[in-house]
Protein backbone atom coordinates (compact mmCIF):
# COMPACT_ATOMS: atom_id res chain seq x y z
CA UNK A 1 0.00 0.00 0.00
CA UNK A 2 1.30 3.76 -0.77
CA UNK A 3 0.24 6.87 0.64
CA UNK A 4 0.13 10.14 -1.73
CA UNK A 5 -0.68 13.44 -0.74
CA UNK A 6 -0.57 15.31 -3.82
CA UNK A 7 -3.28 14.58 -6.81
CA UNK A 8 -0.23 14.32 -9.12
CA UNK A 9 1.24 11.74 -7.27
CA UNK A 10 -2.34 9.93 -7.25
CA UNK A 11 -2.72 10.10 -11.03
CA UNK A 12 1.28 9.06 -11.58
CA UNK A 13 0.05 5.75 -9.18
CA UNK A 14 -3.04 5.26 -11.10
CA UNK A 15 -1.67 5.70 -14.45
CA UNK A 16 -0.30 1.90 -14.69
CA UNK A 17 -3.53 0.83 -12.94
CA UNK A 18 -6.00 1.80 -15.49
CA UNK A 19 -6.16 -1.09 -17.21
CA UNK A 20 -8.31 -2.76 -14.49
CA UNK A 21 -11.02 -1.53 -12.72
CA UNK A 22 -10.15 1.42 -9.68
CA UNK A 23 -12.36 1.59 -7.05
CA UNK A 24 -12.47 4.48 -5.06
CA UNK A 25 -13.63 4.86 -1.00
CA UNK A 26 -13.81 8.29 0.19
CA UNK A 27 -13.54 8.97 4.21
CA UNK A 28 -12.41 11.63 6.34
CA UNK A 29 -10.52 9.15 8.57
CA UNK A 30 -11.47 7.66 11.94
CA UNK A 31 -12.27 4.35 10.28
CA UNK A 32 -14.69 2.01 11.73
CA UNK A 33 -16.41 -1.39 10.48
CA UNK A 34 -18.44 0.62 8.42
CA UNK A 35 -15.57 1.88 6.25
CA UNK A 36 -14.09 -1.62 6.52
CA UNK A 37 -17.26 -2.81 4.93
CA UNK A 38 -16.87 -0.38 2.13
CA UNK A 39 -13.15 -0.97 1.76
CA UNK A 40 -14.33 -4.62 1.12
CA UNK A 41 -16.85 -4.23 -1.27
CA UNK A 42 -13.59 -2.14 -3.12
CA UNK A 43 -11.75 -5.06 -2.86
CA UNK A 44 -14.55 -7.72 -4.50
CA UNK A 45 -15.11 -5.38 -6.95
CA UNK A 46 -11.73 -3.25 -8.33
CA UNK A 47 -9.04 -4.47 -9.29
CA UNK A 48 -7.16 -1.05 -7.35
CA UNK A 49 -8.61 0.02 -4.43
CA UNK A 50 -8.00 3.63 -3.44
CA UNK A 51 -8.96 4.55 -0.39
CA UNK A 52 -9.22 9.11 0.53
CA UNK A 53 -8.89 10.18 3.61
CA UNK A 54 -9.31 13.81 4.01
CA UNK A 55 -11.14 15.88 6.64
CA UNK A 56 -12.89 18.28 4.25
CA UNK A 57 -13.04 21.60 6.45
CA UNK A 58 -15.64 23.20 3.97
CA UNK A 59 -18.37 20.63 5.19
CA UNK A 60 -18.58 21.61 8.33
CA UNK A 61 -20.42 24.51 9.57
CA UNK A 62 -19.29 24.45 12.82
CA UNK A 63 -15.66 25.03 13.72
CA UNK A 64 -16.00 23.47 17.56
CA UNK A 65 -17.02 20.49 15.12
CA UNK A 66 -14.08 20.19 13.16
CA UNK A 67 -12.09 20.56 15.70
CA UNK A 68 -13.22 17.90 17.81
CA UNK A 69 -13.68 15.38 14.41
CA UNK A 70 -11.74 12.57 15.52
CA UNK A 71 -8.07 11.98 13.77
CA UNK A 72 -6.35 8.63 14.15
CA UNK A 73 -4.47 8.49 10.90
CA UNK A 74 -1.98 6.09 12.13
CA UNK A 75 -4.60 3.55 12.89
CA UNK A 76 -6.95 4.50 9.13
CA UNK A 77 -3.81 3.23 7.57
CA UNK A 78 -3.48 0.47 9.15
CA UNK A 79 -6.72 -0.87 9.04
CA UNK A 80 -6.39 0.30 5.17
CA UNK A 81 -3.28 -1.98 4.80
CA UNK A 82 -5.01 -4.95 6.68
CA UNK A 83 -8.62 -4.16 4.14
CA UNK A 84 -6.22 -4.30 0.70
CA UNK A 85 -6.02 -0.85 0.28
CA UNK A 86 -3.85 -0.25 -3.02
CA UNK A 87 -3.70 3.82 -2.28
CA UNK A 88 -4.51 6.34 0.33
CA UNK A 89 -4.90 9.33 -0.73
CA UNK A 90 -4.44 11.52 1.99
CA UNK A 91 -3.82 15.12 0.96
CA UNK A 92 -3.59 18.57 3.09
CA UNK A 93 -6.60 21.05 2.92
CA UNK A 94 -3.65 23.67 0.88
CA UNK A 95 -3.31 20.81 -1.27
CA UNK A 96 -7.10 20.63 -1.66
CA UNK A 97 -8.26 24.02 -1.40
CA UNK A 98 -5.41 26.31 -2.61
CA UNK A 99 -4.47 29.63 -2.43
CA UNK A 100 -7.42 31.52 -4.95
CA UNK A 101 -9.42 28.54 -4.50
CA UNK A 102 -13.16 29.68 -6.25
CA UNK A 103 -15.08 27.54 -7.12
CA UNK A 104 -18.26 25.65 -5.59
CA UNK A 105 -20.21 22.64 -6.71
CA UNK A 106 -24.00 23.47 -5.72
CA UNK A 107 -27.29 21.30 -5.84
CA UNK A 108 -29.97 23.58 -5.55
CA UNK A 109 -33.58 23.11 -4.50
CA UNK A 110 -35.55 20.79 -1.90
CA UNK A 111 -32.92 17.86 -2.07
CA UNK A 112 -29.79 20.16 -0.61
CA UNK A 113 -31.69 22.46 1.46
CA UNK A 114 -33.69 20.02 3.46
CA UNK A 115 -32.85 17.80 6.35
CA UNK A 116 -29.78 18.16 6.78
CA UNK A 117 -29.22 21.03 4.65
CA UNK A 118 -31.44 23.34 6.79
CA UNK A 119 -29.63 22.25 10.19
CA UNK A 120 -25.92 22.33 9.08
CA UNK A 121 -26.34 25.03 6.92
CA UNK A 122 -26.36 26.11 2.98
CA UNK A 123 -22.64 25.40 3.02
CA UNK A 124 -22.58 22.18 4.23
CA UNK A 125 -23.44 20.37 1.05
CA UNK A 126 -21.77 22.56 -0.89
CA UNK A 127 -19.00 21.49 0.76
CA UNK A 128 -19.58 18.13 0.29
CA UNK A 129 -20.00 18.76 -3.32
CA UNK A 130 -17.31 20.13 -4.17
CA UNK A 131 -14.82 18.20 -2.43
CA UNK A 132 -16.30 15.06 -3.91
CA UNK A 133 -16.12 15.88 -7.22
CA UNK A 134 -12.62 17.11 -6.50
CA UNK A 135 -11.76 13.56 -5.05
CA UNK A 136 -14.19 11.72 -8.11
CA UNK A 137 -12.27 14.25 -10.79
CA UNK A 138 -8.54 12.90 -9.05
CA UNK A 139 -9.03 9.60 -8.99
CA UNK A 140 -11.33 9.04 -12.09
CA UNK A 141 -12.74 6.09 -10.27
CA UNK A 142 -14.68 3.17 -12.45
CA UNK A 143 -16.91 3.19 -9.28
CA UNK A 144 -17.10 5.05 -5.78
CA UNK A 145 -18.62 3.34 -2.94
CA UNK A 146 -20.55 5.97 -0.15
CA UNK A 147 -22.55 4.34 3.14
CA UNK A 148 -26.33 4.65 2.99
CA UNK A 149 -26.19 5.57 6.63
CA UNK A 150 -25.33 9.27 4.77
CA UNK A 151 -28.58 8.95 2.99
CA UNK A 152 -28.65 12.59 2.37
CA UNK A 153 -25.40 13.02 1.21
CA UNK A 154 -25.27 10.21 -1.13
CA UNK A 155 -29.25 11.45 -2.99
CA UNK A 156 -26.78 14.67 -3.48
CA UNK A 157 -23.51 13.09 -4.75
CA UNK A 158 -26.01 11.24 -6.74
CA UNK A 159 -27.83 14.38 -8.31
CA UNK A 160 -24.44 16.22 -9.52
CA UNK A 161 -22.76 12.92 -10.24
CA UNK A 162 -25.75 12.73 -12.68
CA UNK A 163 -26.17 16.47 -13.86
CA UNK A 164 -22.47 17.20 -14.89
CA UNK A 165 -22.33 14.06 -16.47
CA UNK A 166 -18.91 12.40 -13.99
CA UNK A 167 -17.71 9.38 -15.74
CA UNK A 168 -18.29 7.21 -12.50
CA UNK A 169 -21.05 4.04 -11.45
CA UNK A 170 -21.64 5.01 -7.45
CA UNK A 171 -22.39 2.13 -5.28
CA UNK A 172 -23.97 2.38 -2.02
CA UNK A 173 -23.29 -0.53 0.97
CA UNK A 174 -25.85 -0.89 3.48
CA UNK A 175 -25.62 0.74 6.79
CA UNK A 176 -22.93 -0.97 9.27
CA UNK A 177 -24.73 -1.24 12.71
CA UNK A 178 -23.04 -2.44 16.11
CA UNK A 179 -24.42 -5.37 17.47
CA UNK A 180 -26.71 -3.37 19.49
CA UNK A 181 -28.41 -1.83 16.34
CA UNK A 182 -26.44 1.73 16.81
CA UNK A 183 -25.25 2.85 13.17
CA UNK A 184 -21.65 2.84 13.11
CA UNK A 185 -20.25 6.60 13.34
CA UNK A 186 -16.94 8.23 13.63
CA UNK A 187 -18.79 10.52 16.06
CA UNK A 188 -20.09 7.84 18.18
CA UNK A 189 -16.33 7.32 20.19
CA UNK A 190 -17.49 10.80 21.77
CA UNK A 191 -20.55 9.02 23.63
CA UNK A 192 -20.42 8.70 27.50
CA UNK A 193 -21.50 5.36 28.02
CA UNK A 194 -24.67 6.66 29.55
CA UNK A 195 -25.24 8.65 26.13
CA UNK A 196 -24.58 5.56 24.16
CA UNK A 197 -27.22 3.66 25.62
CA UNK A 198 -29.76 6.81 25.39
CA UNK A 199 -28.75 6.64 21.51
CA UNK A 200 -30.15 3.12 20.80
CA UNK A 201 -33.64 4.85 20.80
CA UNK A 202 -32.67 6.57 17.83
CA UNK A 203 -32.34 3.29 15.45
CA UNK A 204 -34.99 1.67 17.59
CA UNK A 205 -37.62 4.30 16.91
CA UNK A 206 -36.60 3.55 13.25
CA UNK A 207 -37.56 -0.13 13.91
CA UNK A 208 -40.75 0.38 15.70
CA UNK A 209 -41.51 2.81 12.16
CA UNK A 210 -40.47 -0.24 10.23
CA UNK A 211 -42.81 -2.67 12.50
CA UNK A 212 -45.31 -0.18 12.22
CA UNK A 213 -45.40 0.16 8.19
CA UNK A 214 -44.83 -3.18 7.66
CA UNK A 215 -48.28 -4.10 9.97
CA UNK A 216 -50.08 -1.42 7.75
CA UNK A 217 -50.13 1.96 8.97
CA UNK A 218 -49.19 4.36 5.92
CA UNK A 219 -50.10 7.53 6.62
CA UNK A 220 -46.46 8.98 7.79
CA UNK A 221 -47.66 11.69 9.77
CA UNK A 222 -48.87 9.10 12.23
CA UNK A 223 -45.65 7.14 11.47
CA UNK A 224 -43.67 10.04 12.04
CA UNK A 225 -45.42 10.95 15.23
CA UNK A 226 -44.91 6.86 16.27
CA UNK A 227 -41.34 8.14 16.02
CA UNK A 228 -41.23 11.36 17.70
CA UNK A 229 -42.82 9.45 20.58
CA UNK A 230 -40.13 6.61 21.16
CA UNK A 231 -37.21 9.42 20.82
CA UNK A 232 -38.90 11.94 23.32
CA UNK A 233 -39.68 8.94 25.44
CA UNK A 234 -35.67 8.14 25.84
CA UNK A 235 -34.92 11.95 26.63
CA UNK A 236 -33.96 12.55 23.16
CA UNK A 237 -34.84 15.85 21.38
CA UNK A 238 -34.65 14.86 17.54
CA UNK A 239 -33.29 18.05 14.95
CA UNK A 240 -35.71 15.66 12.88
CA UNK A 241 -37.80 12.74 11.97
CA UNK A 242 -38.64 13.01 8.23
CA UNK A 243 -40.33 10.60 6.02
CA UNK A 244 -39.27 11.84 2.64
CA UNK A 245 -39.00 10.76 -1.16
CA UNK A 246 -35.25 8.81 -0.83
CA UNK A 247 -34.22 10.53 -4.36
CA UNK A 248 -35.75 14.09 -4.08
CA UNK A 249 -35.86 14.28 -0.27
CA UNK A 250 -39.98 15.57 -0.90
CA UNK A 251 -41.95 15.20 1.72
CA UNK A 252 -44.28 11.89 1.36
CA UNK A 253 -48.08 11.51 3.07
CA UNK A 254 -48.43 7.84 2.53
CA UNK A 255 -45.84 4.77 2.05
CA UNK A 256 -46.93 4.10 -1.40
CA UNK A 257 -43.50 4.03 -2.52
CA UNK A 258 -40.24 3.67 -1.18
CA UNK A 259 -39.99 6.34 1.63
CA UNK A 260 -36.67 7.20 3.87
CA UNK A 261 -37.09 7.91 7.29
CA UNK A 262 -34.59 10.34 8.50
CA UNK A 263 -33.60 10.91 11.99
CA UNK A 264 -30.75 13.51 13.34
CA UNK A 265 -30.87 13.93 17.38
CA UNK A 266 -28.23 15.15 19.67
CA UNK A 267 -27.35 12.89 22.64
CA UNK A 268 -25.62 15.06 24.86
CA UNK A 269 -23.03 17.13 22.15
CA UNK A 270 -22.72 14.34 19.47
CA UNK A 271 -25.01 14.72 16.53
CA UNK A 272 -25.93 11.53 15.26
CA UNK A 273 -28.15 10.56 12.27
CA UNK A 274 -29.28 7.16 10.71
CA UNK A 275 -32.07 6.26 8.43
CA UNK A 276 -34.33 3.23 6.79
CA UNK A 277 -36.22 2.71 3.71
CA UNK A 278 -39.52 1.58 3.53
CA UNK A 279 -41.02 -0.48 1.04
CA UNK A 280 -37.44 -0.15 -0.70
CA UNK A 281 -35.53 -2.89 -2.43
CA UNK B 1 -17.31 13.51 -39.53
CA UNK B 2 -20.05 11.88 -37.37
CA UNK B 3 -22.71 14.09 -35.33
CA UNK B 4 -23.91 12.79 -32.06
CA UNK B 5 -26.76 14.17 -29.99
CA UNK B 6 -26.07 12.40 -26.63
CA UNK B 7 -23.23 12.26 -24.30
CA UNK B 8 -23.52 8.37 -24.20
CA UNK B 9 -22.76 8.67 -28.09
CA UNK B 10 -20.01 11.27 -28.10
CA UNK B 11 -18.54 8.71 -25.05
CA UNK B 12 -18.89 5.55 -27.63
CA UNK B 13 -17.60 7.94 -30.45
CA UNK B 14 -14.48 8.42 -28.30
CA UNK B 15 -14.08 5.12 -27.05
CA UNK B 16 -11.60 3.65 -29.67
CA UNK B 17 -9.56 6.82 -30.41
CA UNK B 18 -8.33 7.64 -26.94
CA UNK B 19 -5.45 5.82 -27.52
CA UNK B 20 -4.49 9.27 -29.24
CA UNK B 21 -5.01 12.77 -28.37
CA UNK B 22 -8.29 14.45 -27.68
CA UNK B 23 -9.05 18.54 -28.72
CA UNK B 24 -12.17 19.96 -27.62
CA UNK B 25 -13.74 23.13 -29.07
CA UNK B 26 -16.76 24.55 -27.74
CA UNK B 27 -18.92 26.62 -29.58
CA UNK B 28 -22.20 27.65 -29.64
CA UNK B 29 -22.56 27.82 -33.42
CA UNK B 30 -22.60 30.43 -35.74
CA UNK B 31 -19.40 29.97 -37.25
CA UNK B 32 -17.00 32.61 -38.54
CA UNK B 33 -13.18 32.28 -39.22
CA UNK B 34 -12.64 32.98 -35.59
CA UNK B 35 -13.97 29.56 -35.13
CA UNK B 36 -12.07 28.05 -37.74
CA UNK B 37 -8.86 28.97 -36.46
CA UNK B 38 -10.01 27.35 -32.89
CA UNK B 39 -11.10 23.94 -35.36
CA UNK B 40 -7.08 24.44 -36.95
CA UNK B 41 -5.47 24.52 -34.01
CA UNK B 42 -6.74 21.33 -32.35
CA UNK B 43 -6.22 19.46 -36.16
CA UNK B 44 -3.05 20.52 -35.92
CA UNK B 45 -1.97 19.64 -32.21
CA UNK B 46 -4.70 16.26 -31.56
CA UNK B 47 -5.48 12.98 -33.37
CA UNK B 48 -9.09 13.96 -32.62
CA UNK B 49 -10.68 16.58 -33.50
CA UNK B 50 -14.41 17.02 -31.29
CA UNK B 51 -16.32 20.42 -32.08
CA UNK B 52 -19.29 20.61 -29.75
CA UNK B 53 -22.12 23.18 -30.84
CA UNK B 54 -24.97 24.28 -28.01
CA UNK B 55 -26.59 27.43 -27.95
CA UNK B 56 -26.26 26.99 -23.78
CA UNK B 57 -29.75 28.76 -22.63
CA UNK B 58 -28.27 28.94 -18.84
CA UNK B 59 -25.90 31.94 -19.63
CA UNK B 60 -27.80 33.72 -21.63
CA UNK B 61 -29.29 36.31 -19.10
CA UNK B 62 -31.97 38.05 -21.75
CA UNK B 63 -34.70 35.90 -23.44
CA UNK B 64 -34.35 38.34 -26.78
CA UNK B 65 -30.25 37.54 -26.98
CA UNK B 66 -30.74 33.76 -26.82
CA UNK B 67 -33.80 34.02 -29.08
CA UNK B 68 -31.61 36.38 -31.67
CA UNK B 69 -28.89 33.97 -31.42
CA UNK B 70 -28.12 32.94 -34.81
CA UNK B 71 -28.32 29.28 -35.42
CA UNK B 72 -27.05 27.96 -38.84
CA UNK B 73 -26.32 24.17 -38.26
CA UNK B 74 -26.21 23.33 -41.41
CA UNK B 75 -23.57 26.01 -42.40
CA UNK B 76 -21.72 25.28 -39.12
CA UNK B 77 -21.41 21.68 -40.19
CA UNK B 78 -20.28 22.08 -43.60
CA UNK B 79 -17.45 24.66 -41.90
CA UNK B 80 -16.50 21.65 -39.46
CA UNK B 81 -16.35 18.89 -41.95
CA UNK B 82 -14.01 21.46 -44.04
CA UNK B 83 -11.94 22.02 -41.31
CA UNK B 84 -11.29 18.29 -40.43
CA UNK B 85 -13.42 18.22 -37.41
CA UNK B 86 -13.89 14.49 -36.54
CA UNK B 87 -16.75 14.58 -34.18
CA UNK B 88 -19.76 17.08 -33.56
CA UNK B 89 -21.48 17.16 -30.88
CA UNK B 90 -24.54 18.83 -31.03
CA UNK B 91 -26.94 17.86 -27.83
CA UNK B 92 -30.59 19.54 -27.62
CA UNK B 93 -31.10 21.45 -24.48
CA UNK B 94 -33.04 18.51 -22.95
CA UNK B 95 -29.91 16.18 -23.25
CA UNK B 96 -27.94 18.95 -21.35
CA UNK B 97 -30.17 20.27 -18.62
CA UNK B 98 -32.94 16.85 -18.04
CA UNK B 99 -35.72 17.30 -15.75
CA UNK B 100 -34.43 17.31 -11.95
CA UNK B 101 -31.12 19.22 -12.87
CA UNK B 102 -30.02 21.36 -10.00
CA UNK B 103 -26.88 21.51 -10.18
CA UNK B 104 -24.23 24.46 -10.77
CA UNK B 105 -20.96 25.16 -10.76
CA UNK B 106 -19.72 28.56 -9.35
CA UNK B 107 -16.82 30.65 -9.41
CA UNK B 108 -17.09 33.28 -6.85
CA UNK B 109 -15.44 36.47 -5.94
CA UNK B 110 -13.79 39.52 -8.65
CA UNK B 111 -13.14 37.22 -11.28
CA UNK B 112 -16.86 36.52 -11.76
CA UNK B 113 -18.56 39.00 -10.24
CA UNK B 114 -17.05 42.28 -12.30
CA UNK B 115 -17.38 43.27 -16.08
CA UNK B 116 -19.45 40.27 -17.42
CA UNK B 117 -20.23 39.38 -14.37
CA UNK B 118 -21.76 42.59 -13.36
CA UNK B 119 -23.29 43.14 -16.68
CA UNK B 120 -25.01 39.97 -17.97
CA UNK B 121 -25.69 39.03 -14.29
CA UNK B 122 -24.34 36.36 -11.85
CA UNK B 123 -26.02 33.54 -13.59
CA UNK B 124 -23.73 34.33 -16.79
CA UNK B 125 -20.31 32.85 -15.63
CA UNK B 126 -22.82 30.23 -13.36
CA UNK B 127 -23.57 29.20 -16.75
CA UNK B 128 -21.07 29.09 -18.49
CA UNK B 129 -19.17 27.41 -16.13
CA UNK B 130 -22.03 24.52 -15.58
CA UNK B 131 -21.78 23.75 -19.15
CA UNK B 132 -18.42 23.94 -19.88
CA UNK B 133 -17.86 21.09 -17.02
CA UNK B 134 -20.56 18.95 -18.79
CA UNK B 135 -18.81 19.66 -21.82
CA UNK B 136 -15.45 18.57 -20.13
CA UNK B 137 -16.71 15.92 -18.95
CA UNK B 138 -18.55 14.12 -21.51
CA UNK B 139 -15.24 14.23 -23.84
CA UNK B 140 -12.69 14.37 -21.24
CA UNK B 141 -10.27 15.92 -23.95
CA UNK B 142 -6.25 16.30 -24.09
CA UNK B 143 -6.99 20.14 -24.70
CA UNK B 144 -9.80 22.51 -25.22
CA UNK B 145 -9.53 25.50 -27.36
CA UNK B 146 -11.22 28.92 -26.18
CA UNK B 147 -10.53 32.00 -27.90
CA UNK B 148 -8.80 34.90 -26.49
CA UNK B 149 -11.98 37.20 -27.51
CA UNK B 150 -13.73 36.18 -24.83
CA UNK B 151 -11.12 37.03 -22.17
CA UNK B 152 -13.49 36.82 -18.70
CA UNK B 153 -14.77 33.72 -19.84
CA UNK B 154 -11.44 31.74 -20.26
CA UNK B 155 -10.10 33.18 -16.82
CA UNK B 156 -13.49 31.76 -15.17
CA UNK B 157 -12.92 28.46 -16.98
CA UNK B 158 -9.13 28.26 -16.33
CA UNK B 159 -9.99 28.90 -12.60
CA UNK B 160 -12.65 26.45 -12.02
CA UNK B 161 -10.43 24.15 -13.86
CA UNK B 162 -7.72 24.20 -11.82
CA UNK B 163 -10.39 24.29 -8.38
CA UNK B 164 -11.79 21.02 -9.20
CA UNK B 165 -9.01 19.58 -11.46
CA UNK B 166 -10.30 19.06 -14.43
CA UNK B 167 -7.87 16.77 -16.43
CA UNK B 168 -7.50 18.69 -19.31
CA UNK B 169 -4.91 21.50 -20.58
CA UNK B 170 -6.68 24.76 -21.70
CA UNK B 171 -5.43 26.37 -24.89
CA UNK B 172 -6.71 29.92 -25.85
CA UNK B 173 -5.60 30.63 -29.06
CA UNK B 174 -5.44 34.76 -30.42
CA UNK B 175 -8.68 36.86 -30.99
CA UNK B 176 -9.21 36.49 -34.79
CA UNK B 177 -10.10 39.92 -36.49
CA UNK B 178 -11.35 41.23 -40.04
CA UNK B 179 -9.09 42.94 -41.72
CA UNK B 180 -10.54 46.40 -40.71
CA UNK B 181 -9.84 45.14 -37.20
CA UNK B 182 -13.23 44.20 -36.20
CA UNK B 183 -13.16 41.04 -33.87
CA UNK B 184 -15.12 38.05 -35.11
CA UNK B 185 -17.64 37.57 -33.34
CA UNK B 186 -21.07 35.80 -34.54
CA UNK B 187 -22.97 38.73 -33.14
CA UNK B 188 -21.22 40.61 -35.87
CA UNK B 189 -23.71 39.35 -38.19
CA UNK B 190 -26.48 41.50 -36.68
CA UNK B 191 -24.54 44.92 -37.19
CA UNK B 192 -25.85 47.44 -39.92
CA UNK B 193 -23.58 48.62 -42.29
CA UNK B 194 -23.15 51.95 -40.53
CA UNK B 195 -23.26 50.08 -37.06
CA UNK B 196 -20.49 48.10 -38.64
CA UNK B 197 -18.51 51.30 -38.96
CA UNK B 198 -19.37 53.01 -35.77
CA UNK B 199 -18.11 49.58 -34.23
CA UNK B 200 -14.67 49.82 -35.66
CA UNK B 201 -14.02 52.30 -32.52
CA UNK B 202 -13.64 49.64 -30.17
CA UNK B 203 -10.28 47.85 -31.81
CA UNK B 204 -9.40 51.48 -32.39
CA UNK B 205 -9.79 52.58 -29.09
CA UNK B 206 -7.32 49.46 -27.75
CA UNK B 207 -5.03 50.12 -30.48
CA UNK B 208 -5.18 53.57 -29.19
CA UNK B 209 -4.40 52.43 -26.01
CA UNK B 210 -1.64 50.07 -26.60
CA UNK B 211 0.26 52.72 -28.74
CA UNK B 212 -0.02 55.14 -25.25
CA UNK B 213 1.36 52.37 -23.44
CA UNK B 214 4.02 51.66 -25.73
CA UNK B 215 5.32 55.04 -25.77
CA UNK B 216 5.13 54.82 -21.75
CA UNK B 217 1.79 56.05 -20.62
CA UNK B 218 1.64 53.60 -17.29
CA UNK B 219 -0.93 55.43 -15.45
CA UNK B 220 -4.04 52.99 -16.32
CA UNK B 221 -6.89 55.62 -15.34
CA UNK B 222 -4.96 57.81 -18.03
CA UNK B 223 -5.32 55.06 -20.45
CA UNK B 224 -8.67 54.42 -19.77
CA UNK B 225 -9.83 57.98 -20.24
CA UNK B 226 -8.30 57.91 -23.26
CA UNK B 227 -10.16 54.99 -24.72
CA UNK B 228 -13.26 56.24 -23.48
CA UNK B 229 -12.89 59.30 -25.24
CA UNK B 230 -12.35 57.42 -28.49
CA UNK B 231 -15.37 55.49 -28.03
CA UNK B 232 -17.90 58.22 -27.13
CA UNK B 233 -16.22 60.29 -30.20
CA UNK B 234 -17.29 57.85 -31.94
CA UNK B 235 -21.00 57.80 -29.88
CA UNK B 236 -20.38 54.75 -28.63
CA UNK B 237 -20.79 54.51 -24.46
CA UNK B 238 -19.42 51.81 -23.79
CA UNK B 239 -20.42 49.49 -20.67
CA UNK B 240 -17.32 49.50 -19.25
CA UNK B 241 -13.11 49.96 -20.66
CA UNK B 242 -11.72 48.23 -18.01
CA UNK B 243 -7.54 47.54 -17.29
CA UNK B 244 -7.06 44.64 -14.87
CA UNK B 245 -5.23 41.86 -13.55
CA UNK B 246 -5.66 39.08 -16.91
CA UNK B 247 -5.87 35.85 -13.98
CA UNK B 248 -7.69 38.05 -11.01
CA UNK B 249 -9.28 40.54 -12.81
CA UNK B 250 -8.28 42.57 -9.86
CA UNK B 251 -8.32 46.31 -10.99
CA UNK B 252 -4.86 47.93 -11.49
CA UNK B 253 -3.01 51.15 -11.66
CA UNK B 254 -0.14 51.25 -13.33
CA UNK B 255 1.12 48.90 -16.55
CA UNK B 256 3.98 47.38 -14.47
CA UNK B 257 2.97 43.91 -15.41
CA UNK B 258 0.47 42.17 -18.13
CA UNK B 259 -2.85 44.20 -18.02
CA UNK B 260 -6.01 43.07 -19.18
CA UNK B 261 -8.16 45.87 -21.36
CA UNK B 262 -11.48 45.12 -22.01
CA UNK B 263 -14.29 46.99 -23.40
CA UNK B 264 -18.01 45.70 -23.77
CA UNK B 265 -20.42 48.07 -25.66
CA UNK B 266 -23.38 48.22 -27.68
CA UNK B 267 -23.32 49.43 -31.38
CA UNK B 268 -27.17 49.65 -32.10
CA UNK B 269 -28.65 46.86 -30.46
CA UNK B 270 -25.59 44.39 -30.67
CA UNK B 271 -23.53 43.69 -27.77
CA UNK B 272 -19.71 43.59 -28.62
CA UNK B 273 -17.02 42.69 -26.83
CA UNK B 274 -13.12 42.99 -27.06
CA UNK B 275 -9.96 43.24 -25.25
CA UNK B 276 -5.66 43.02 -25.30
CA UNK B 277 -3.19 42.24 -23.10
CA UNK B 278 -0.68 45.65 -22.49
CA UNK B 279 2.62 44.22 -21.92
CA UNK B 280 1.37 40.42 -21.69
CA UNK B 281 3.65 37.80 -23.20
Given at each position: MIVVRTVADLRAALYPRRTGAVGLVPTMGALHEGHATLLRAARAADDTVVMSLFVNP?????QADLAAYPRTEEADLALAASEGVDIVFAPEAAEMY????ATTVSVSGTLADTLEGAERGRSHFDGVATVVTKLLLAALPDHAYFGAKDAQQVAVIRRFVTDLGIPVELVVCPTSRDADGLARSS?????SPDERAQALAIPRALSGIQDAATAGLRDTAALRAQGLAHLEAAGIHPEYVALV????FAPVDEVAQPVLVAIAARVGATRLIDNIVLGGA
Open positions: AQFNEPAGFRNTRLDPVT
